[in-house]
């Protein structure tokens, strides 16, 4: 089955989460908008300064220039933060003909200016100032509204708040958002091989990093880790941590025991769980053998337990999962297309994804891609996928997955 094919079928079985909660604006970043957010505010609410100069009306500065300067009286001062001077009643002054405001960068402009010069121009006059050049009606002047207008839709229902989204929100005065309920994780790494971190080393044993690498994506796309165990290949015990996982995690992870040998028994213990296997020994090197499955309503994924191979295979099917749980598309990884600056000599039986470093469209591939190595992956922001049977050369176009993260 190819990738896009066993992407399909294990997604369009997923439930999106439903359940939302209210969150302070600053603690909602890299989660995921429950509703549309308008704002209830122009911004700016009042028109203001782009430079530090001076507000003038433009008509009044036809033809100004070094050897003929406007000159025009300086009504008063205006500081961001400041409010123009207004009467008893509450309205603002009529500036005389032939003034100016002096005004620094973010001030309110009076009512009755329609431009600003900026003090370069000038010079910087404090009862009188000469103006150097004419400028037309709304120069160096934000309007109101400028950034957006009461009413804006600022946030879409199912959007990333990302920093642009969070900075749009804090602009309109918003203290608190709804977001979807983060993701729930379970990871359960299997084998009787595998430490955890800190554990007495042994002979024949080895310290477990596919758990610690899985957790560490998952939390930074706004996921919850809600367990992360070691399983030694004990099928009871492995049964009984995967029906703790099912019903605690909206995605269970498995990495380890899901190939051929005798004790690979993922397989057969999410069938016996009652799981429907919905795809397995997928095109792709490495980690052909890994599946994915639905198992009392909740998608698992069962990963090899080489680290690389577990990753990349993390990577094309976790994010597809994530972003059909939460509704958001900008979760998916990028891809595209850049040109190799290496050759690629081997043939692959299977279709195969490398790691490599991207940059300005122009793509190198790792020499290591042994799926037990996992030091060279720091160097790395991207897979290159190879098609099977092909060799690739300097200058060849190939495919790339951005790696998340």
């Not at 704002?39 to 700016?44: A, E, G, L, Q, Y």
């Not at 709804?178 to 091989?193: D, Q, Y």
Request: charged letters at 25%.
């Amino acid at each position: 089955m190819e990738i896009e094919e066993a992407k399909r079928l294990w997604t369009e079985r997923m439930v999106s989460i439903t359940e939302t909660e209210t969150l302070p604006l600053f603690d909602c970043c890299g989660r995921v908008a429950a509703e549309d957010i308008f704002s209830k505010i122009d911004v700016p609410s009042f028109p203001r300064s782009a430079m530090d100069g001076y507000a003038v009306r433009s008509s009044e500065l036809e033809g100004a220039c070094s050897e003929k300067p406007a000159v025009l009286s300086v009504a008063g001062e205006i500081d961001a933060g400041d409010v123009p001077e207004h009467d008893g009643n509450g309205n603002a002054p009529a500036y005389p003909e032939k003034t100016a405001v002096r005004i620094m960068t973010g001030g309110m402009i009076p009512e009755g200016f329609d431009a600003v010069v900026k003090q370069e121009d000038t010079d910087y006059g404090e009862t009188k100032v000469s103006i150097y050049r004419s400028v037309p009606p709304l120069m160096n002047y934000c309007p109101v509204g400028e950034n957006f207008g009461k009413g804006a839709l600022l946030v879409k229902k199912r959007e990333l708040f990302g920093r642009a989204a969070i900075g749009t929100l804090a602009a309109a005065g918003i203290d608190k958002v709804k977001a979807v309920r983060k993701p729930r994780l379970a990871i359960i790494n299997t084998g009787s091989e595998l430490l955890g971190p800190g554990e007495k080393p042994e002979p024949g044993k080895i310290y477990s990093s596919i758990g610690a690498m899985l957790r560490c994506a998952a939390e930074r796309s706004g996921a919850e880790t809600v367990l992360l165990t070691i399983c030694p290949d004990d099928r009871q015990t492995i049964i009984d941590t995967l029906k703790k996982a099912i019903k605690t995690a909206d995605i269970v992870i498995t990495t380890g025991g899901v190939s051929v040998g005798k004790k690979d028994l993922i397989p057969d213990m999410i069938e016996g769980l009652g799981g429907n296997i919905l795809f397995r020994r997928v095109n792709i090197q490495p980690g052909t053998p890994s599946l994915g499955a639905m198992v009392k309503g909740k998608p698992v994924l069962a990963l090899s337990g080489n680290p690389y191979a577990a990753l990349v295979n993390f990577d094309i099917y976790f994010y597809a999962a994530l972003s059909k749980l939460t509704g958001c598309k900008a979760l998916l990884p990028k891809e595209g297309v850049a040109v190799m600056q290496n050759d690629y000599k081997k043939q692959n039986f299977h279709r195969r994804f490398i790691r490599a470093r991207v940059c300005f469209g122009k793509v190198e591939t790792e020499a290591d891609n042994r799926s037990s190595v996992i030091s060279n992956m720091a160097e790395c922001n991207c897979y290159a996928d190879i098609p099977a049977g092909t060799c690739l050369k300097a200058g060849d176009e190939v495919r790339i997955m951005m790696m998340p993260g």
